[in-house]
């Protein structure tokens, strides 16, 4: 008995996930090119992240092997693919070092902002009411700050005080998009706080928690991968943007690309590209890839504007045409 | 029309009823940022060689030594009163610098939004009237790198190709040095300036400045424009009146380009003013990168100088500008549009 209900509740759960993942294997088109274009070039950057330590060439501040101290400025070479900086530094290991600093500030963000911002957004939206309307108050008057200045003087307070670059940068974003998660979830929850399901559950005499948890959560939660994903495209910008003014991961602390930026915007005045290009690059493609995921994401799990391939289904009628045929919506 | 009328006020009131809180809790949020910093705003401000005497005298003189409470009262009455407060530093007024350095800011995300409209408008109208065609598919792709990319590093390829290999433009500041000494100051928008003079040397000297920031910061904005206005028109094409205008015989261009076009711009007026709060961040970097003497400039310079009054005095202006200017946008697009009521 207790096997046979074991096995039930197995299938159950990748019939589940199945059902999860289906609209992503059935994604077609622009969608499709999208979501794999997306969650390839996200891969690469983690892989880079990941194995850092044997990808890259030399640490990301190292300037000499042994007694031999690099070339300052120089081209890119053989030696070194990318060229070096004016610290001497070779570029190309900074850019994969830095796939870790970007990583890991834009994963501590994402972990903080929704582990404040949604369960915040999910009891402000079912209980309503003066909480409500004041967290409401709270959120919107944050958005009006531009979000890079707000996470500008965020690391700019932190800075003196938090010892871990890291840490500062994340907190600084993860209090910019807050406001945001709890705006979607808010709204979201407003709108499933009223279904029949929901209220078939409060009549039924569920706790509130309890339908907050079964019902509601996961209605809710399904917008939260294309958001998150989305999120951390422009946690890489804001990052790199606090990097480029000198904010957040300090160049002692590791690499990150904004700071290789701005240190090469003297370099371009004298022509010397690959300071700049090559660490530039790398933020667009991280940029790009984690925004072609969650637009992929958006486009094959919401269902407005999924567009999916349809089989005809065929009456029993006779029909000249093979029955099996693909129709594009 | 007749309904519209008495809600569109209820609306427009309770709209600018809301504004009072929200100041009040921007105010007091940038306030209580900057007094749980650690250390005396004004020996971080000085450095560390200034006698404790000096910087006890110019902390009373600024009212740092009153318990906090105090402090925060004064604080609100100032701002009340349209007084932002004085940098630490240099002894600027911050209202003195958001004349000037503001007119910088203005002219420079002026001439941004006007080339992101330009670029969003017609890459998107392409796209949404070509849906699914390779064009949309190029356009979104576009749309999507470009918003990718930081501006400093835009910026850095316009500085690297159009300044330094091409050597066509100027790269830094907002006009030559003696195109500036030579001016007269009217507006402190030397665009402006110039033409009010009749100027006509100096004003091909401020335009050649302001391409490449202007650009650049557009460029990139323009990214968020292209998608929205592209499923905007493919929401358009798919309304009824659309079909109706199509059933009446009206050939397919004129459909296209003057019943769904039309339609398809209104909701981007209220995004402009979401956008703003956007364009002001990357105005920050913009003018960091060329060196352009807007608010971000200063705000760079005063942050690196650790000025704590300087910095809460234009944060506060920040934030206010783009609240007060999502209020006139939400009207502005609550009185053209007839469909949006309250």
């Known amino acids: 008995m207790a096997a046979v209900s074991a096995a039930t509740r197995l299938h159950r759960r990748t019939l589940g996930i199945r059902r999860a993942f289906a609209p992503i294997a059935e994604a077609r088109g622009f969608a499709r090119g999208m979501l794999w274009t997306g969650a390839g070039l996200t891969l690469f950057f983690v892989v880079l992240a990941i194995f850092a330590p044997l990808i890259s060439p030399y640490g990301f501040d190292q300037y000499e092997v042994g007694t031999h101290r690099f070339a300052q400025l120089a081209h890119p070479s053989h030696a070194h693919l990318f060229g070096t900086t004016v610290q001497s530094t070779d570029v190309l290991s900074r850019i994969v070092w830095g796939a870790q600093t970007e990583l890991e500030v834009v994963a501590l963000a994402l972990a903080f902002g929704l582990v404040i911002g949604v369960p915040l957004g999910l009891f402000s939206g079912y209980f309503g009411g003066p909480l409500d309307r004041g967290s409401v108050l709270f959120m919107d008057a944050m958005f009006a700050f531009p979000p890079l200045l707000l996470a500008i003087v965020i690391a700019f307070l932190l800075g003196s005080s938090v010892n871990s670059g890291v840490l500062v940068a994340a907190i600084a974003i993860t209090i910019t998009y807050v406001p945001q998660y709890f705006r979607v979830v808010r709204n979201h929850v407003i709108s499933v706080r009223e279904e029949p399901y929901v209220e078939a559950a409060r009549a039924l005499g569920a706790r509130p928690v309890t339908i907050l948890r079964r019902y509601v959560f996961f209605n809710v939660v399904q917008n939260v991968p294309v958001i998150a994903t989305l999120n951390a495209a422009d946690a890489v910008l804001t990052l790199t943007a606090l990097g480029f003014l000198g904010y957040g991961v300090q160049p002692t602390q590791g690499a990150e690309w904004g700071y290789d930026v701005s240190r090469a915007v003297s370099d371009a005045a004298s022509g010397i590209w690959w300071t700049g290009t090559f660490p530039g690059l790398a933020i667009v493609l991280l940029v790009t890839g984690l925004t072609l995921l969650g637009e992929g994401l958006n486009e094959t799990i919401n269902p407005v504007l999924r567009r999916r391939v349809f089989t005809k289904v065929d009456f029993g009628a006779p029909s000249l045409e093979p029955s099996s045929e693909i129709l594009e919506p | ?342």
Request: hydrophobic share 55%; net charge positive; aromatic share 10%.
């Open chain 2, 1 to 342: 029309m007749g309904a519209q009328g008495p809600s569109l006020k209820r609306y427009a009131l309770t709209r600018i009823a809301l504004v009072f809180p929200m100041v009040f809790i921007l105010l007091t949020l940038v306030f209580l940022l900057m007094r749980v910093a650690p250390g005396n705003p004004v020996s971080a401000a000085l450095g560390g060689h200034v006698p404790p005497a000096v910087i006890n005298q110019i902390s009373r003189r600024l009212g740092y030594d009153k318990p906090v409470y105090v402090q925060y009262g004064d604080y609100l009455w100032d701002v009340a009163r349209g007084n932002f407060g004085t940098t630490i530093s240099d002894r600027r007024s911050v209202g003195s610098i958001i004349l000037v350095n503001g007119a910088a800011t203005l002219e420079l995300t002026f001439f941004a939004m006007l080339v992101a409209l330009v670029v969003g408008l017609l890459v998107g109208l392409v796209c949404g009237r070509f849906r699914d065609s390779p064009i949309d598919a190029g356009g979104r792709l576009f749309g999507i790198v470009v918003y990718a990319t930081p501006v400093f590093f835009l910026g850095l390829l316009a500085q690297l190709v159009f300044g330094v290999w091409l050597n066509w433009l100027p790269t830094s500041d907002q006009a030559s040095p003696i195109t500036l000494a030579l001016m007269k100051t009217h507006t402190n928008i030397l665009f402006i300036d110039a033409i009010i003079d009749g100027n006509w040397g100096a004003l091909w000297d401020v335009v050649q400045h302001l391409i490449l920031p202007a650009t650049t910061l557009g460029i990139v904005y323009g990214g968020v424009f292209i998608r929205l206005i592209r499923v905007n028109v493919i929401r358009t094409l798919k309304e009824d009146y659309i079909e109706a205008a199509r059933a009446r015989g009206i050939n397919e261009r004129s459909v296209v380009y003057r019943h769904a076009f039309k339609n398809a711009l209104v909701p981007v007026i209220t995004v402009v003013g979401l956008q703003l709060a956007l364009l002001l961040g990357g105005a920050i970097l913009t003018e960091t990168e060329f060196n352009w003497p807007g608010i971000g400039h200063e705000l760079y310079v005063y942050l690196q100088n650790r000025d704590y009054a300087a910095v809460q005095g234009i944060v506060v202006v920040f934030g206010l500008v783009v609240v007060l200017a999502s209020i006139v946008i939400d009207f502005a697009a609550a009185f053209i549009d007839p469909r949006v009521r309250y």
